[in-house]
């Protein structure tokens, strides 16, 4: 073959094989979309068969593998691509154009190839793990916290008391409330489960702007319970309640503005008994009140303490 012959049949395949592509984009179009249509239904099918094996790991009180929670979401982005593309497809099918059957050819091409590729993804051995029976999760917090000590301790005091069972932290901005609610939750790092008998320390920030629906996904990601995405305040509530039941917890809940239904949220009323405690930290003395505050905490905490009030008192007979 001589020169020119080669650089001839390599041009022309250079020049034929995007075109064939393209060709093939017009002429299989409909087989295409028959095929996507068929793969998605496969991947329907898939879902449903995890989300069977959620449902039985929620009632083993397992959380979801989070590779899996990705991959529902996937699916469910790639069903309403899918849709958009057969819904074109549907409404030009009276006028096709070849420029049209082109654009929704390459596209069934495309979603096609991510759609099959979507499916052997979803080929889980482990849909779901235990959850560790002791968790706190260490929160960052100034190195330098000296003058909290004491507040520390007398914390730790008020929550061995088997008559609380919510204990307020409240004081202006700035004097040190979330300061001490963190060194509290990091407390409990390292510290045998038996010391204290929780088997979860949970710390949120729970200001009201976040909304409940926040503060339910944020309580349900610290203690690595599955949420399904989408799901309402009162689903959520009800499997937090659930779970929440049968442990043995300490909430720390950081900056409230106002009254927080804790039941709405899903928060076993805390009566102090069985080790479901609830610390929580807020500038007004009243929303302690409304939380129903076994035992407050009030001043400026941290280094300044020594000049200032730190007044303790009990706002409750029992
Ligand atoms: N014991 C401490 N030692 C050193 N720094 C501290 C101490 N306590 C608080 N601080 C610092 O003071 C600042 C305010 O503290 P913090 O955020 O805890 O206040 P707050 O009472 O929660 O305020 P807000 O009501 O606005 O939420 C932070 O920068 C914090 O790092
Ligand atoms: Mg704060």
């Given at each position: 073959m001589s020169v020119i012959d080669s650089i001839s049949s390599t041009l022309a395949s250079h020049l034929w094989n995007p075109l064939a592509t393209r060709l093939r984009y017009l002429i299989e179009m409909e087989e295409n979309i028959g095929k996507l249509d068929s793969t998605i239904k496969n991947l329907e099918v898939r879902k449903n068969e995890i989300q069977v094996r959620l449902k039985i790991s929620e009632g083993k009180q397992e959380t979801c593998n989070p590779e899996v929670t990705e991959w529902l979401e996937k699916v469910t982005a790639m069903g309403t691509e899918v849709d958009e593309i057969k819904n074109v497809h549907k409404k030009r099918k009276q006028s096709f154009t070849y420029w049209s059957k082109y654009e929704i050819g390459m596209q069934a091409v495309k979603k096609l190839k991510e759609a099959k590729m979507l499916h052997e993804k979803?080929?889980?051995?482990?849909v779901s793990f235990e959850i560790p029976p002791y968790s706190v999760q260490e929160v960052p917090i100034v190195p330098?916290?000296?003058?909290i000590e004491c507040n520390l301790r007398d914390v730790l005091q008020y929550l061995k008391d088997?008559?609380?069972?919510i204990v307020g932290i409240w004081g202006m901005g700035g004097v040190g409330k979330t300061t001490l609610l963190r060194k509290i939750n990091n407390?409990?790092?390292?510290?045998?489960?038996?010391?204290?008998?929780?088997?979860l320390v949970i710390y949120v920030m729970a200001s009201t702007s976040y909304g409940i629906g926040q503060l339910q996904v944020d309580i349900a990601e610290k203690i690595g319970l599955f949420m399904k995405p989408g799901s309402s305040t009162e689903m959520r509530a009800s499997l937090l309640l659930s779970f929440l039941r049968r442990k043995k917890f300490l909430l720390l809940l950081d900056d409230l503005w106002d009254y927080l239904d804790l039941a709405e949220v899903g928060i076993p009323y805390t009566s102090g008994l069985n080790n479901q405690k609830v610390v929580l930290t807020t500038r007004y003395e009243t929303v302690c009140g409304h939380m129903g505050a076994h035992k407050t905490i009030c001043g400026m905490f941290g280094p300044r303490d020594s000049l200032a009030i730190v007044q303790r008192k009990s706002n409750r007979s029992y």
């Open positions: 979803g080929a889980f051995k482990q330098l916290t000296e003058g088997g008559k609380v069972g407390h409990f790092i390292g510290v045998a489960k038996e010391n204290y008998g929780y088997d």
